[in-house]
C-alpha cells in the first residue's frame, strides 16, 4: 500500500498548549479492529491531542469494540460512561432519520460527491447533536460500498432468498427491496457469521472484507459504490464546555488534520483493499447492467422515502447536495 504522506504533526498544528493543573485521561471506544485506517486516524488523533496538550488530556483508544460494542457507543458518550468516542454515522439512522444522509443509495457515489453531501448536511447533524448533548468533532467516509456474495450475481433473482448482512438502515432496508433476508450483524462479528452460515452476503466497502478476510467465506465482490458511508467522533457536550479555550483549540486543531488526513486514507484504502480481496482469491469487479439498473431503481425508492422519513430538513440536504453538483 502506498505510503500516506499526510499525517498529524501536533507541534505544528497546535499554536498554544492546554493549561491545566489537572490532567485526566479521556477513554474513546470504537468499534473497527486498530489496523483499520478510520482506527488509525482515531488513534493519530488522540495522540495528537495528548501531545499537543502537553499531556493535560491524554485519549486514550479502545478499537475492536474492546470497550464498547459499536451499537452501544454513541449513548455512553450521551450519559457520559466515557467522554469521547468513534460511531458509525448511519447507525443510528433508527433514532432519526437524518443520521441516514449519507447512505442513501446512489445519491453520492464518489470521494467529492459525498464531501458536498457532508457539507449540506453538516450543520442541520451538529444541531441534532447538540440536542443529545452531544459535540461533533469529525468525520470521515468509508470508501463506497460494493456487494460481497458467495456466489456469482448478476441480478437480483441470483440473490432472493439469501442472508444478507444488515449494519444500518439502509442496509437492511437495500436487502429487503432486493428480496434478500437481512441479518443485524456488528463488524467485530463478520467473519464468524459468514464462516457459519448466518449471512452469505454483504454492502460494504473493500476495506470491512479486507480487515475480516471475507475471500475464507465469500468468493464475489462487486464494485457498485452504492454510497459512502462516514464515521463520526463525539465529545459529550457537558465534558466539552468544562475544558478550558486553549485545550478546545488543540482538540479542533487535531480533528481537522484527522479529517484531513482521513479523507486521503480512505482514498487510498480504497485502491488497496479491493486489489487485496482479487490477490486473495475473490472474484472482483464491476456489477452487470441488469443488476445495476434494478440497484439504482431501489436507490430511487430508497432516496424517496428518506426524504419523507427526514421531512423538510432532509429534503433541503438533498436539494442543497444537488444545487452544489
Request: aromatic share 10%.
Amino acid at each position: 500500500m502506498t505510503n500516506i504522506i499526510i499525517t498529524f504533526t501536533a507541534g505544528a498544528a497546535v499554536a498554544t498548549f492546554a493549561a491545566s493543573s489537572n490532567a485526566e485521561t479521556w477513554d474513546m471506544p470504537m468499534a473497527y479492529s486498530a489496523s483499520n485506517f478510520q482506527s488509525e486516524t482515531g488513534a493519530q488523533f488522540a495522540e495528537c491531542v495528548t501531545q499537543g496538550t502537553g499531556g493535560t488530556l491524554t485519549i486514550q483508544t479502545h478499537p475492536g469494540g474492546s470497550l464498547y460494542a459499536g451499537a452501544e457507543i454513541k449513548r455512553a458518550i450521551q450519559t457520559g460512561q466515557v467522554n469521547i468516542g468513534e460511531r458509525l454515522l448511519s447507525g443510528n439512522q433508527n433514532e432519526n432519520a437524518l443520521f441516514g444522509f449519507d447512505s442513501i443509495p446512489f445519491l453520492a457515489t464518489s470521494f467529492e460527491e459525498s464531501e458536498k453531501l457532508w457539507e449540506a448536511a453538516k450543520g442541520p447533524l451538529s444541531e441534532l447533536l447538540a440536542e443529545q448533548n452531544l459535540h461533533l468533532l469529525y468525520s470521515v467516509p468509508w470508501p463506497g460500498q460494493g456487494l460481497y456474495f458467495d456466489r456469482e450475481v448478476n441480478s437480483l433473482a441470483d440473490a432472493k432468498g439469501l442472508k444478507f448482512r444488515a449494519y444500518n438502515t439502509a442496509s437492511g432496508r437495500l436487502s429487503e427491496l432486493a428480496g434478500m433476508l437481512p441479518v443485524q450483524i456488528e463488524s467485530a462479528e463478520i467473519a464468524q457469521a459468514f464462516a457459519t452460515g448466518v449471512a452469505q452476503g454483504m454492502v460494504s466497502s473493500g476495506a470491512a472484507g479486507y480487515d475480516r478476510k471475507v475471500w475464507e467465506s465469500l468468493s464475489h465482490y462487486y464494485s457498485v459504490n452504492a454510497w459512502l458511508p462516514r464515521n463520526y467522533v463525539l465529545v459529550n457536550a457537558d465534558a466539552w464546555e468544562g475544558l478550558n479555550e486553549s485545550t478546545k483549540n488543540v482538540i479542533n486543531g487535531c480533528a481537522t488534520l484527522a479529517e484531513y488526513s482521513g479523507d486521503w486514507r480512505s482514498i487510498q484504502y480504497a485502491e488497496f483493499t479491493e486489489g487485496e480481496l482479487a490477490k486473495n482469491g475473490m472474484t472482483t469487479g464491476p456489477a452487470s447492467e441488469e443488476l445495476m439498473n434494478e440497484l439504482r431503481a431501489i436507490g430511487e425508492t430508497m432516496t424517496a422515502e428518506w426524504i419523507e422519513a427526514a421531512g423538510e430538513e432532509g429534503r433541503s440536504i438533498v436539494d442543497a447536495f444537488r444545487a452544489a453538483q
